[in-house]
């Protein structure tokens, strides 16, 4: 199955790395990995992790305060958002419309 960031997705994933790796030399990199493992978990299983609306649906990173949102679609899974869990429950919804 193929996986597809969303435009602002992809952005937030490059800040969430630069961000970390200005607070420790190779945590960003520690974040990248862990968001790979993530990526590869839904995409063996995709509908394991809980709903947030209709089709979009959330996996929480292991060892940062993340998630990933996405969705499903016939031959891929598309990320919506890489989201600090501190930050508004809904501003994933944003990026569906960017």
Avoid: T
């Avoid at 063996?44 to 809980?50: C, E, H, L």
């Avoid at 947030?52 to 996405?70: A, N």
């Amino acid at each position: 199955m193929d996986v597809k960031f969303l435009s602002p997705a992809r952005d937030e994933l490059k800040l969430a790395i630069e961000f970390y790796e200005k607070s420790s030399v190779g945590l960003g990199s520690r974040f990248l990995n862990e968001v790979k493992a993530s990526i590869s978990r839904i995409v063996k299983n995709p509908q394991a992790w809980s709903l947030l609306d209709d089709k979009i649906r959330r996996c929480r990173l292991q060892r940062f305060p993340y998630g990933i949102v996405y969705a499903i679609e016939q031959d891929a899974i598309i990320i919506v958002s890489v989201m600090h869990l501190h930050r508004h429950p809904q501003s994933w919804q944003k990026n569906l419309n960017e």
